[in-house]
Nanobody, 124 residues
Framework: QVQLVESGGGLVQAGGSLRLSCTAS????????MGWFRQAPGKEREFVAF????????AHADSVKGRFTISRDNAKNTVYLQMNSLKPEDTAVYYC?????????????????WGQGTQVTVSS
């Protein structure tokens, strides 16, 4: 069972930046596609970004494109989400997830392992 631990969330003013990190407990991380999702109160969990295990394929939701960037460091078993130009509507709990099949997917149901989430709050 892979364990994923997120960190880096917090309170930031609109226009500010945060970098989220997610570290996996196993080296098999390097073969997993990793995704970031978020869930705001009263809303469904939504796709934010994913990065293929090779690192060569990434995708970002339209709502964050140009502001957020996903990256990974397989030597550190860690995936990152750099978030710039944050907006109040980015406020949510952010989750990282791992797809052990190494697919490229935006649906939460495809992902096998999930972290506990980290809160991001953007004030106006």
């Amino acid at each position: 069972q892979v364990q994923l631990v997120e960190s880096g969330g917090g309170l930031v003013q609109a226009g500010g930046s945060l970098r989220l990190s997610c570290t996996a407990s196993e080296r098999t991380f390097s073969r997993y596609t990793m995704g970031w999702f978020r869930q705001a109160p009263g809303k469904e969990r939504e796709f934010v970004a994913f990065i293929h295990w090779t690192g060569s394929i990434t995708a970002h939701a339209d709502s964050v494109k140009g502001r957020f960037t996903i990256s990974r460091d397989n030597a550190k078993n860690t995936v990152y989400l750099q978030m710039n130009s944050l907006k109040p509507e980015d406020t949510a709990v952010y989750y990282c997830a791992a797809d052990r099949q190494g697919q490229t997917a935006t649906l939460p149901s495809v992902y096998d392992y999930w972290g506990q989430g980290t809160q991001v709050t953007v004030s106006s």
